[in-house]
Structures are given as structure tokens and as C-alpha cells.
């Protein structure tokens, strides 16, 4: 395995620390955006409202938005449909079809499109195999699925060798 995949081009300490105005400005137009422990905390439906305005911030500039989730349809939705964004729920990350998929919803290329995750294996390495642009948030909350918190352990690996 090509280990350059579980490296991402960005790391941030949140989401509300990257900037969507410099990311327009190096000729990104769309962001894949993971849901849970990226955006608000594993199962938790509500968005704080730092994070509302910074999607709404994005939108403004002329990003195109798209939530790519493993969680349920039931669970995306019900943030999605609040921000009037686009979503795919069940998307199996890292594979490929998910993230195909949100570039054909968002009218993106690979190159003009970042993703932004809190995984290792499944937003950084999904993003990589399609050569889209990868920025990683630690996780908002240590609550996560119990298989999500045991890769966080090879995470933890990746992460040091990175250093």
C-alpha cells in the first residue's frame, strides 16, 4: 500500500480554523464534508452555530457543498436538509463511488474539490485515491462507533510517522 494515501495535504485542530476564503482562492469550488466527530459530535443532529455560520460563510463565496457520510440515510438527512445541503449517506468510505458521486452532485472536478474528514481511513484515504485536495480535523468527541475509536489507534501510528 501506497502509504502517501493516508497523508493528508492539510491538518487542522477544527473545522472552524480553515478558511474557506484562502481555500477559494487557490481554486477550490467544492468541499465533500464529513458529519459526525467533523462537523458536530457522533449522533448528534444539532450544529453549533460556529459551524452553521461557517458552512452558510462557505456557501456565500460560491462553495459547493456536499455531506459524504457511512452513518444512516435517516441521520444525514436530518442535518442536511436543515443546511439545504446535498448528501450521500452510506457511502462505505474510503471507497471511491461516494466521493464520485458527491463531485457529480456539486458539478466539481477532482482538483477544484476538498475533503474534509476527522479519518484517516475513510475521508483522507477516500480523498487521496481520487486526487482530491485532504484536510484533517481531529475528532470533535473521544464518543465514536467502538470500531472507529480501535483504527484511531493505527491513526495514532500514521500520525507520528508523519512528524
Known amino acids: 500500500?501506497?502509504?502517501?494515501?493516508?497523508?493528508?495535504?492539510?491538518?487542522?485542530?477544527?473545522?472552524?480554523?480553515?478558511?474557506p476564503e484562502e481555500l477559494f482562492r487557490t481554486g477550490m469550488r467544492g468541499m465533500i464534508i464529513d458529519l459526525d466527530n467533523t462537523l458536530t459530535e457522533w449522533q448528534n443532529p444539532v450544529l453549533s452555530e460556529k459551524t452553521i455560520s461557517w458552512l452558510e460563510k462557505a456557501k456565500c463565496l460560491g462553495f459547493q457543498l456536499c455531506f459524504v457520510s457511512n452513518n444512516s440515510t435517516r441521520r444525514v438527512q436530518e442535518v442536511a436538509q436543515r443546511m439545504e445541503i446535498p448528501f450521500v449517506a452510506r457511502a462505505q468510505k474510503p471507497r471511491r463511488w461516494s466521493f464520485r458521486r458527491a463531485l457529480e452532485i456539486m458539478g466539481t472536478r477532482?482538483?477544484?474539490?476538498?475533503?474534509?474528514?476527522?479519518?484517516?481511513?475513510?475521508?483522507?484515504?477516500?480523498?487521496?485515491?481520487?486526487?482530491?485536495?485532504?484536510?484533517?480535523?481531529?475528532?470533535?468527541?473521544?464518543?465514536?462507533?467502538?470500531?472507529?475509536?480501535?483504527?484511531?489507534?493505527?491513526?495514532?501510528?500514521?500520525?507520528?510517522?508523519?512528524?
Open 1 to 19: 500500500m501506497n502509504f502517501n494515501l493516508l497523508r493528508p495535504k492539510q491538518v487542522y485542530h477544527s473545522i472552524l480554523e480553515i478558511s
Open 110 to 163: 477532482p482538483e477544484e474539490t476538498a475533503v474534509i474528514g476527522d479519518q484517516i481511513f475513510t475521508d483522507i484515504l477516500g480523498g487521496n485515491r481520487l486526487g482530491l485536495y485532504t484536510i484533517l480535523v481531529p475528532p470533535i468527541n473521544r464518543r465514536e462507533f467502538f470500531g472507529t475509536r480501535l483504527m484511531r489507534l493505527l491513526e495514532a501510528i500514521i500520525l507520528f510517522k508523519r512528524r
